[in-house]
């Protein structure tokens, strides 16, 4: 038996999958949770924070206007989030990082349901709402780099794309779960009710959801490719990952390590491939309540009903679409999801239009939408993943999916309000889904039919 004093470090404690899936699940649920709840009880929020005087009603599209600012602010410091708590996540590990995200994300989304609104705290209160959403911003930022990172790190060989699947699979369930929540509470409650109190309730539920979520974080380990190229406790030099041919549209494909020019290109190439998910996701799936209502004047509930059906159909194509990216490549499965989108995207919105359409065919079209949004959505995480090296995989996959969500995504609301308020033209959101999408085609063309079968490097 070796002595005690001439033994090495013990080797690594590995997280098994299933337990690293659960963790990285949970904060997004969290996140996009709360990101559902804003966006149908946007025209609530308006009245309660952007209007003047006490409102119990349906604000006017200046207040409408100054919510979707407030929701912007949020995506543009994702961003800064990203580059932070990426960094943090590449150098001292995936697991504290994604601990203290979902910290800050619980606080800032617990304190919304605490705020005073503008009858009470007058002009503070919409600068209060904008200060909470700016540090949600940050925490969803540093949330989706070290998740993705996590999961698809803990793949077992050949299955990243349904692991990184899960990723925006809790999306859609947290979208779900905002939208109904929203309607079950618009359906208990009076209106009025509802606009002095109700509102609160969705934001109060995200602390019992993120001390969960923080429960299965504390129980994590670092994924043992992190630990092999970060140099942290539990590394093992006499096994290096290995290293597949070097690809240009990646960083880092050879032995020396990525300089920051290489990565930025890398990070403006991920934005190209998703920018069509970010924009057609929040255009038919977050937008679309405010949207109906606003425009088509429909009411509260049936705006809610039609967004829940539309994410329906999103969560349920994503693990397939994860699962066939695994065994066919990611690239076809995007690109028939942004191919879609570009040429269904304007006749679903005549569809909507038209009082004579039947509500079972609307509702088949709006499966559809969120079907093809699925499509890009179940792979996108694991194309993200296998772009970048582990020293900067959280930095860069999370600098993509941040950016392209701040542009395309916290903008959409504010630009298709804007624009429809400006020209009179209702096929606005449809023309805004259906141009980024062909964009992203003509990026998601350029990536390699073998990348779901190279290791991550």
Not at 7 to 24: E, F, K, N, Q
Not at 176 to 194: D, H, K, N, R, S
Not at 199 to 207: D, K, S, Y
């Given at each position: 038996?070796?002595?005690?004093?001439?033994?090495?470090?013990?080797?690594?404690?590995?997280?098994?999958?299933?337990?690293?899936?659960?963790?990285?699940?949970a904060g997004n649920f969290v996140e996009w949770y709360e990101f559902g709840v804003y966006g149908c009880f946007a025209t609530v929020i308006a009245a309660?924070?952007?209007?003047?005087?006490?409102?119990?009603?349906?604000?006017?599209?200046?207040?409408?206007?100054?919510?979707?600012?407030?929701?912007?602010?949020?995506?543009?410091?994702?961003?800064?989030?990203?580059?932070?708590?990426?960094?943090?996540?590449?150098?001292?590990?995936?697991?504290?990082?994604?601990?203290?995200?979902v910290c800050l994300m619980t606080a800032a989304t617990t304190l919304i349901g605490l705020l005073p609104t503008r009858a009470t705290a007058g002009e503070?209160?919409?600068?209060?709402?904008?200060?909470?959403?700016?540090?949600?911003?940050?925490?969803?930022?540093?949330?989706?780099?070290?998740?993705?990172?996590?999961?698809?790190?803990?793949?077992?060989?050949?299955?990243?794309?349904?692991?990184?699947?899960?990723?925006?699979?809790?999306?859609?369930?947290?979208?779900?779960?905002?939208?109904?929540?929203?309607?079950?509470?618009?359906?208990?409650?009076?209106?009025?009710?509802?606009?002095?109190?109700?509102?609160?309730?969705?934001?109060?539920?995200?602390?019992?959801?993120?001390?969960?979520?923080?429960?299965?974080?504390?129980?994590?380990?670092?994924?043992a490719g992190a630990l092999r190229l970060e140099g942290l406790p539990g590394a093992t030099p006499e096994t290096p990952p290995a290293r597949p041919a070097?690809?240009?549209?990646?960083?880092?494909?050879?032995?020396?390590?990525?300089?920051?020019?290489?990565?930025?290109?890398?990070?403006?190439?991920?934005?190209?491939?998703?920018?069509?998910?970010?924009?057609?996701?929040?255009?038919?799936?977050?937008?679309?309540?405010?949207?109906?209502?606003?425009?088509?004047?429909?009411?509260?509930?049936?705006?809610?009903?039609?967004?829940?059906?539309?994410?329906?159909?999103?969560?349920?194509?994503?693990?397939?679409?994860?699962?066939?990216?695994?065994?066919?490549?990611?690239?076809?499965?995007?690109?028939?999801?942004?191919?879609?989108?570009?040429?269904?995207?304007?006749?679903?919105?005549?569809?909507?239009?038209?009082?004579?359409?039947?509500?079972?065919?609307?509702?088949?079209?709006?499966?559809?939408?969120?079907?093809?949004?699925?499509?890009?959505?179940?792979?996108?995480?694991?194309?993200?993943?296998?772009?970048?090296?582990?020293?900067?995989?959280?930095?860069?996959?999370?600098?993509?999916?941040?950016?392209?969500?701040?542009?395309?995504?916290?903008?959409?609301?504010?630009?298709?309000?804007?624009?429809?308020?400006?020209?009179?033209?209702?096929?606005?959101?449809?023309?805004?889904?259906?141009?980024?999408?062909?964009?992203?085609?003509?990026?998601?063309?350029?990536?390699?039919?073998?990348?779901?079968?190279?290791?991550?490097?």
């Open positions: 038996m070796t002595p005690l004093h001439l033994r090495g470090p013990a080797p690594p404690t590995v997280t098994h999958p299933r337990r690293a899936l659960l963790a990285g699940s309660r924070f952007f209007t003047p005087d006490t409102a119990t009603g349906p604000a006017g599209a200046g207040p409408l206007l100054a919510t979707y600012a407030s929701f912007a602010v949020a995506f543009f410091f994702r961003p800064v989030g990203a580059l932070l708590f990426g960094r943090l996540g590449d150098r001292v590990g995936r697991r504290p990082t994604l601990i203290l995200v503070l209160a919409p600068w209060l709402l904008t200060l909470l959403r700016a540090l949600q911003g940050l925490s969803a930022g540093g949330e989706f780099g070290g998740a993705v990172a996590l999961m698809t790190e803990s793949a077992p060989p050949g299955r990243r794309g349904r692991h990184g699947a899960w990723q925006s699979f809790t999306v859609a369930l947290g979208l779900l779960a905002g939208a109904g929540t929203a309607a079950a509470i618009a359906g208990v409650l009076t209106p009025p009710a509802l606009y002095e109190w109700g509102w609160r309730i969705p934001f109060l539920l995200a602390l019992p959801l993120g001390a969960v979520a923080l429960w299965l974080r504390t129980g994590l380990t670092e994924p070097p690809d240009p549209g990646t960083v880092g494909a050879g032995p020396v390590a990525p300089t920051p020019p290489a990565t930025a290109r890398t990070v403006l190439l991920g934005i190209g491939r998703i920018m069509g998910w970010s924009a057609a996701g929040y255009t038919f799936l977050v937008v679309l309540p405010s949207y109906l209502q606003a425009t088509l004047g429909a009411s509260f509930q049936e705006a809610l009903i039609a967004t829940a059906v539309a994410n329906l159909g999103f969560a349920a194509a994503i693990l397939p679409a994860g699962i066939l990216s695994d065994r066919v490549g990611r690239r076809p499965v995007m690109l028939c999801g942004a191919l879609c989108v570009t040429l269904l995207a304007l006749p679903l919105l005549h569809l909507l239009q038209d009082p004579a359409a039947s509500a079972p065919a609307k509702a088949a079209g709006l499966l559809g939408a969120g079907a093809a949004v699925g499509l890009l959505a179940g792979p996108g995480p694991a194309m993200l993943a296998e772009m970048f090296p582990a020293s900067v995989r959280c930095t860069g996959l999370g600098l993509a999916y941040a950016l392209a969500n701040a542009v395309f995504s916290g903008c959409a609301g504010l630009v298709v309000t804007a624009l429809i308020a400006a020209t009179g033209n209702t096929d606005v959101p449809a023309h805004y889904a259906a141009g980024a999408c062909a964009l992203s085609a003509v990026a998601l063309a350029s990536l390699r039919p073998d990348d779901h079968l190279r290791p991550l490097r």
